[in-house]
């Protein structure tokens, strides 16, 4: 993004993040700071000392300095004419192994130390019980190790509670739940490995809990530090990076709260696979390179762990490189990492339809706790490319069975490209698909036979919406699944690389493409939602319903067939 020089930037925009990391930085923007606040605050932190590490380092030389960098803007931010904070909010994502765990304890500590309201509450918040342990676990063995924090802090390891006794202000280390914000508004939460928050359905519920305090006069702040998450960025955790990203790039308003600090690379890169494979370009993106990562470690990790399979490569690079799945690289189908390249802005329904001579329907779903899908391609009269929008359904079943991904559902439903049905609408999603279809046979595109593909399962289910609105028995198919569907999942991998298939970028089929695993069965290959286990494939299994309809070179009841388009083509 370019900027006008002659302006201000937006607060903490970082135009150049991609020039500091290379050149070693802190991908920061400069906040203003209170240099008394920052010297004390530096002088508790580079005091505390490992508690877990041979020799037991100060962090004034265990520390990387880019952790001070965060700290320092975190708790010393200060506007030069009001001498307000500016800085209330921070979001870091750092790959796996910076020592952020430790140093985010130590943060914990020092924040502690500088409070100086009586009876105050503070939350170390982790994701997972282990994950909250070991926080917490670093934040004790600190102060055990030096008589003189042990003389500030009390620790009761059965609350999981540190206490500083001048002033009663406790640090709590919690494990994530809707209840661990009660009527008390903390001054300070931290959230250790906030990716993983986006997994848990009631997440920004409770994140509107704790930004509850940024509200009263007495204000509370909130750190989040994370890697990357191992599946494609989802509900709270995609809502809050999304935000980061935008601040970071002068898009998130003049007067942002959140400073981010992001270790990414940009995405062009990320999609270059050959990039980021290059050791050579590693240091980029791991801050504590030679303090809590060796480097040959980490290369015989990648050689002998990370690059067994397409998936534990996604998973390890996700972790360590912070590489976003979705964008980098996926797991599994072939055609999942050419997918995002054939996005055209604006490709809904009506444009389809707009642009298309001819167009199909395939229908794909399951029970109550699948997805309900349809999927239309039509074939754009102008350049023969075929052309894709879906729409899936969910029944309230779903929500209630499938709680890790219902953040993700609910990110899709607010996209328009998802409809959650409730109990007392239970034949919404095939009445809804019929009426699909019945827009599609208006337009004239629609074949006079096998115009709309489905699955043995479905056929019943929609045959009679169908004819009430004016569908034909002739036009209805049954397309058979599993290995039957080669020619589709092998055909559709071959058009997105050549770029012949065109999307209108999606989330929801972002997301079924990134979930498929391909099974090889003899000469076949199928897809299939066993394999894909608790993520969801319907969608994508739609579209290769009405792929199967495509290859058949169908024409429109009142259009021409890719054989009179080929010819035109030719003749002009």
């Not at 290379?22 to 920061?28: C, L, S, V």
């Not at 409070?115 to 004790?140: H, K, T, Y």
């Not at 801050?287 to 067994?308: F, H, K, M, T």
């Not at 490569?313 to 799945?325: C, Y």
């Amino acid at each position: 993004m370019s900027f006008d020089r002659t302006e201000a930037l937006p607060r903490f925009a970082c135009p150049d993040w991609w020039d500091k990391l290379q050149a070693g930085e802190t991908p920061i923007a400069e906040v203003p700071l209170n240099e008394d606040r920052a010297a004390r605050s530096l002088a508790f932190f580079n005091r505390l000392r490992l508690p877990d590490v041979p020799g037991n380092p100060r962090m004034a030389e265990a520390c990387g300095d880019w952790f001070r960098d965060l700290l320092v803007a975190f708790f010393a931010s200060e506007d030069p004419e009001t001498h307000a904070a500016l800085v209330w909010e921070l979001l870091c994502m750092v790959p796996k192994k910076n020592s952020k765990s430790t140093y985010v304890a130590a943060l914990a500590l020092t924040a502690l130390y500088m409070e100086e309201a009586p009876n105050r509450q503070m939350l170390l918040v982790g994701p997972s019980q282990n994950i909250s342990e070991r926080c917490f676990d670093q934040a004790q063995g600190m102060v055990r190790i030096d008589p003189k924090l042990e003389a500030i802090f009390q620790v009761q390891d059965h609350l999981k509670t540190i206490t500083r006794r001048k002033t009663g202000t406790k640090l709590e280390v919690l494990t994530f739940d809707t209840s661990i914000v009660t009527g008390e508004i903390p001054v300070l939460t931290i959230i250790d490995e906030l990716h993983e928050l986006g997994k848990k359905a009631k997440a920004a519920k409770v994140m509107q809990q704790i930004r509850g305090g940024g509200i009263t006069k007495t204000r509370g702040k909130v750190l989040m530090i994370t890697t990357q998450s191992d599946e494609p960025p989802a509900g709270i955790w995609k809502i809050e990076l999304d935000k980061a990203r935008a601040i970071r790039d002068g898009r998130g308003g003049r007067a942002p709260i959140m400073l981010p600090v992001l270790y990414e690379f940009p995405p062009d890169l990320q999609r270059d696979q050959d990039y980021w494979r290059d050791r050579r370009n590693w240091n980029i993106v791991l801050p504590n390179l030679g303090l809590s990562i060796d480097e040959q470690a980490l290369v015989d990790d990648y050689e002998n762990n990370g690059r067994v399979t397409k998936h534990t490569e996604q998973i390890w690079a996700s972790q360590h490189l912070n590489i976003e799945i979705g964008v980098g690289l996926s797991a599994g189908w072939l055609g999942a990492q050419y997918w995002d390249g054939c996005a055209e802005d604006g490709l809904d329904l009506e444009e389809l339809i707009e642009r298309s001579e001819v167009a199909v329907l395939g229908v794909d779903g399951g029970g109550l706790d699948d997805l309900f899908a349809a999927a239309v391609i039509g074939r754009c009269r102008e350049t023969g490319h075929w052309l894709h929008w879906c729409r899936a359904w969910a029944h309230p079943e779903v929500l209630e069975e499938r709680k890790e991904i219902a953040p993700r559902l609910q990110d899709f439903a607010e996209a328009g490209d998802l409809v959650l049905l409730d109990d007392h609408d239970t034949s919404g999603d095939v009445r809804e698909v019929a009426a699909i279809a019945a827009r599609l046979l208006e337009a004239g595109l629609l074949p006079g036979a096998n115009a709309i593909g489905v699955d043995t399962t479905n056929s019943a289910a929609i045959q009679f919406e169908m004819f009430a609105r004016g569908i034909t028995y002739e036009q209805l198919v049954i397309v058979g699944q599993d290995w039957r569907l080669s020619p589709a999942i092998w055909g559709l991998e071959r058009m997105l690389k050549q770029g012949t298939f065109r999307h209108g970028g999606q989330a929801l089929m972002s997301w079924c493409a990134g979930n498929a695993r391909p099974e090889i069965k003899g000469s076949a290959v199928r897809i299939t939602k066993e394999v894909a286990g608790k993520s969801k494939i319907d969608p994508l299994v739609a579209t290769f319903d009405a792929f199967m309809l495509m290859l058949r070179d169908p024409e429109a009841q009142g259009g021409g067939s890719m054989a009179d388009f080929l010819a035109a083509l030719e003749a002009s």
